[in-house]
Structure formats: structure tokens, C-alpha cells
T-cell receptor
């Protein structure tokens, strides 16, 4: 079974609008971490935001926020005020348990295109 | 944050040859990892590079095909052996920094096997 599901292979958003990228996860662990990464066409992986399973508040980092709904096992990324430079692949990822990096799985990704 | 460099940034290789990819970090890190990203796909963990001991490989990856070295806390190499066109991918190393939740990635090595 897929550990991380991203149901939107591609998304379009108008510049300056907000956009939500969906992510659902599957784990039986009580302790886990959820991550979002951005991968531009250059290929580098850029860390955006992290949410721990015990964090009570949704994580925010600048224009990025993570809409964490634990009971629904979803961790959607919200990008506010989209910019042309936001066009990229976005990957949701999960770390299960307390290991650092091990048991780290990525979703299939969503390609976001920001339109001028 | 950790600054990670990889060499080479890209290469085109012939079938049956081997390529060694280097990963250098600007600070000592406990955990280093190697990932593969096949064209149009997501990232898949190949192995954990352990300092001073043999790497820990994920299911589907073996040491004979992907030997890994980690001689110290700032450096690791991944060799892609006896290459075939199916090995054409981006190979990325990553590190965890102590006390933080972020996993930092190197810029990747784009490998094309003809």
C-alpha cells in the first residue's frame, strides 16, 4: 500500500493566488514527521516545511503553511500569494518512528505551474 | 543548514562501466543517505551510509551494484556498477543535522547510461 498519496499529478494556479497541494499518508506509528519539498527543474530538493505528529499547531514557514488533519491523515501544503518561481514539483514525505532519515518515504509528487 | 556538494553534477556513461559519485558536507553529520530518482518519478532511498561500517541497503538494492563508502563524518561515495540504461537517474545524497528535523539534499548527479 502507498504510504504517501498525492492525488494531483498537476496543478495550475494564477500568480498571486493561493493554492493547496494535497497529501494523505498511511502509518500505524504514533510518532512520525511530515515534510514538504520543492524540486525545481534544476533537480535540487528544497526543504519547505515540517510537521511533527505531536505538534498541536499547524506549521508555517513564510508563504508556506501545512494544514495538518491528524484524524484524516492529511497534511496539505498551502502556498499563499503564488509566484512564478513557485513552479516546480512538490513532494510530500513522511518519516515514521524516531529514526532520523531512515523509514523516510516520498509521495509521487505534484507538478505546480504558476500562470502569469 | 548543511551545505552539500556532489561530484560529478552530470555524466554520460557507456553500458557496463561504473561511476563513482562523491558527496561532501561542510559539517560533520551523523546520518548520510543516498537516493535515486528515476525519470519522472519520486525519490527512492537506496541506502544509509554508515560511518566506519557497511552501508544499510533498502529492499531492491544490493552492495554489489551500489557499493558505498563513508570514511568520515563529512564524506561519502556511491558507485553505480556495471551500468545499464535502466540506471539512468538522478542520484542524490542527503544528510540529517543533529537536533533539527530537516533532511538536506545535495544538488544531485544526473546520470545517463547509453
Amino acid at each position: 500500500a502507498q504510504k504517501i498519496t498525492q492525488t494531483q499529478p498537476g496543478m495550475f494556479v494564477q500568480e498571486k493566488e493561493a493554492v493547496t497541494l494535497d497529501c494523505t499518508y498511511d502509518t500505524s506509528d504514533q510518532s512520525y514527521g511530515l515534510f514538504w519539498y520543492k524540486q525545481p527543474s534544476s533537480g535540487e530538493m528544497i526543504f519547505l516545511i515540517y510537521q511533527g505528529s505531536y505538534d498541536e499547531q499547524n506549521a508555517t514557514e513564510g508563504r508556506y503553511s501545512l494544514n495538518f488533519q491528524k484524524a484524516r491523515k492529511s497534511a496539505n501544503l498551502v502556498i499563499s500569494a503564488s509566484q512564478l518561481g513557485d513552479s516546480a514539483m512538490y513532494f510530500c514525505a513522511m518519516r515514521e518512528g524516531l529514526g532520523y532519515g531512515q523509514n523516510f518515504v516520498f509521495g509521487p509528487g505534484t507538478r505546480l505551474s504558476v500562470l502569469p | 543548514s548543511a551545505v552539500i556538494s556532489q561530484k560529478p553534477s552530470r555524466d554520460i556513461c557507456q553500458r557496463g562501466t561504473s561511476l563513482t559519485i562523491q558527496c561532501q558536507v561542510d559539517s560533520q553529520v551523523t546520518m548520510m543517505f543516498w537516493y535515486r530518482q528515476q525519470p519522472g518519478q519520486s525519490l527512492t532511498l537506496i541506502a544509509t551510509a554508515n560511518q566506519g561500517s557497511e552501508a544499510t541497503y533498502e529492499s531492491g538494492f544490493v552492495i554489489d551494484k551500489f557499493p558505498i563508502s563513508r570514511p568520515n563524518l563529512t564524506f561519502s561515495t556511491l558507485t553505480v556498477s556495471n551500468m545499464s540504461p535502466e540506471d539512468s537517474s538522478i542520484y542524490l545524497c542527503s544528510v540529517w543535522t543533529s537536533g533539527r528535523h530537516e533532511q538536506f539534499f545535495g544538488p544531485g548527479t544526473r546520470l545517463t547510461v547509453l
